[in-house]
Nanobody
Framework: QVQLVESGGGLVQAGGSLRLSCGAS????????VGWFRQAPGKEREFVGN????????YYVDSVKGRFTISRDNAKNTVYLQMNSLKPEDTAVYSC?????????????WGQGTQVTVSS
């Protein structure tokens, strides 16, 4: 069982940066890949990127590649989403999720989400 809690969301101007955190309970967290998702109002949830259990592999969708970076600190049971050069279209509720397969988009455990608002 893994419980996830996101933090770090807020309001930022376009071009600014935010770092989201995904804190996890459970000593087996280091065994899980973690993905970040976002959902804007009136839109479907979108996969943003993920990181494997060790942090050695990451994947990003084209819309955030070069601007967002996912990292993890397994000693702190935390995964981070560093977001730079933010755009108004990045406005969404961001959620993290965990699974045991880096290559799967099926996630078993989810956080509650944190709001990110980018003003123009």
């Amino acid at each position: 069982q893994v419980q996830l809690v996101e933090s770090g969301g807020g309001l930022v101007q376009a071009g600014g940066s935010l770092r989201l955190s995904c804190g996890a309970s459970g000593r087996t967290f280091r065994n899980y890949a973690v993905g970040w998702f976002r959902q804007a109002p009136g839109k479907e949830r979108e996969f943003v990127g993920n990181i494997n259990w060790s942090g050695g592999f990451t994947y990003y969708v084209d819309s955030v590649k070069g601007r967002f970076t996912i990292s993890r600190d397994n000693a702190k049971n935390t995964v981070y989403l560093q977001m730079n050069s933010l755009k108004p279209e990045d406005t969404a509720v961001y959620s993290c999720a965990a699974n045991t397969d880096f290559y799967s988009r099926e996630y078993k455990y989810w956080g509650q989400g944190t709001q990110v608002t980018v003003s123009s």
